[in-house]
């Protein structure tokens, strides 16, 4: 079956830039809604975007100025990249699998997620 | 932006039904999906399209929604039911996925 792996720095100075990639195994990352979600310790769920294998994306309103989501359907994996991060920043961060269908109401949901990846935005 | 709001902490004895509500405006014309995450751990999808079950989720776990209303009911609690529960919809208005808050379930 389809599984997620998150990767990347764990540690972020404050004013630089979060890079992760999730590597997508055991499926083609053709199709479906490749995400991000991150969630701060001891606290919910946000979600922060996703890119269609096509390449077209959407992202969080919060969130959308300092927001990058890329494909790289040869290698199949897709990068978050978070800009001008603070403190409010350090989160787990998840990579997941989207599921959209279009009928008379959208509907969204993500299923596998990957394990997860600690990001701690500190100096 | 659309809010999903879930009761912090829900109770339930091992066996009894265990009811997690999530609230919204007009959420029974939206689509629900509730995910399952235990400590440390990656959610997990347990009810997708409102009442849908993913392949591997006991029948135990269903899902229901009308009105202002969504709620995931777990029938015959176990132990290893105790975990932090969320919604979740697609917010069509505002073209972005929306998570309600969290739902605590302690297993007594």
């Known amino acids: 079956q389809v599984q997620l792996q998150e990767s990347g720095p764990g540690l972020v100075k404050p004013s630089e830039t979060l890079s992760l990639t999730c590597t997508v195994s055991?499926?083609?990352?053709?199709?479906?809604?490749w995400s991000w979600i991150r969630q701060p310790p001891g606290k919910g769920l946000e979600w922060i975007g996703y890119i269609y294998y096509s390449g077209s994306t959407n992202y969080n309103p919060s969130l959308k100025s300092r927001v990058t989501i890329s494909v790289d359907t040869s290698k199949n994996q897709f990068s978050l990249k978070l800009s001008s991060v603070t403190a409010a920043d350090t989160a787990v961060y998840y990579c997941?699998?989207?599921?959209?269908?279009?009928?008379?109401?959208?509907?969204?949901?993500?299923?596998?997620w990957g394990q997860g990846t600690l990001v701690t935005v500190s100096s | 932006s659309y809010v999903l709001t879930q009761p912090p902490s829900v109770s339930v004895a091992p066996g009894k039904t265990a009811r997690i509500t999530c609230g919204g405006n007009n959420i029974g014309s939206k689509s629900v999906h509730w995910y399952q995450q235990k400590p440390g751990q990656a959610p997990v999808l347990v009810i997708y399209?409102?009442?849908d079950r993913p392949s591997g989720i006991p029948e135990r776990f269903s899902g229901s929604n009308s009105g202002n209303t969504a709620t995931l009911t777990i029938s015959r609690v176990e132990a290893g039911d105790e975990a932090d529960y969320y919604c979740q919809v697609w917010d069509s208005s505002s073209d972005h996925a929306v998570f309600g808050g969290g739902t605590k379930l302690t297993v007594l």
């Open positions: 055991g499926g083609s990352i053709s199709s479906y809604y």
């Open positions: 997941a699998r989207g599921e959209l269908i279009v009928a008379t109401t959208p509907a969204l949901w993500f299923d596998p």
């Open positions: 399209y409102d009442s």
